[in-house]
């Protein structure tokens, strides 16, 4: 299985696949100039990797996003969900700033958006 590694930037978050593991991390911040551009790799990569895959783990530990950074984001989810109808087990974990009460809320918004198992954990500041 291919890695996926994207560095970190002051705009654009880290991206990091396990392929041992199965699990795609994404940290930072994420206002790229063009989000979709800046995302595409992302999503062909989580393409063919569901495919192929049985089980897989997102964890998100973005401090901020843009508006469209936010649909990427919700894009990435709507992938995710459609590869459980194939059976893929899915789990996302999405990680939150504890002293930042609009993290907590953004990360439940996203939650509403899945039906597939979804844990939001706080980081301590």
Do not use: H
Request: overall charge negative; aromatic content about 12%; glycine content about 2%.
């Amino acid at each position: 299985m291919e890695r996926l590694n994207i560095e970190a930037t002051l705009s654009t978050p880290l991206i990091r696949f396990d392929p041992e593991k199965y699990v795609l991390e994404l940290a930072g911040e994420s206002y790229p100039e063009n989000s979709f551009e800046f995302y595409e790799p992302v999503f062909a990569f989580l393409k063919d990797t569901l495919a192929q895959s049985r089980s897989f783990r997102l964890e998100v530990n973005i401090r901020y996003m843009n508006s469209s950074s936010t649909k990427c984001v919700l894009d990435m989810l709507d992938l995710l969900e459609e590869a459980s109808t194939r059976n893929v087990q899915v789990e996302i974990v999405w990680y939150y700033d504890s002293e930042n009460p609009r993290a907590l809320d953004l990360a439940e918004e996203f939650q509403e958006e899945v039906t597939l198992p979804f844990s939001i954990m706080p980081i301590e500041g």
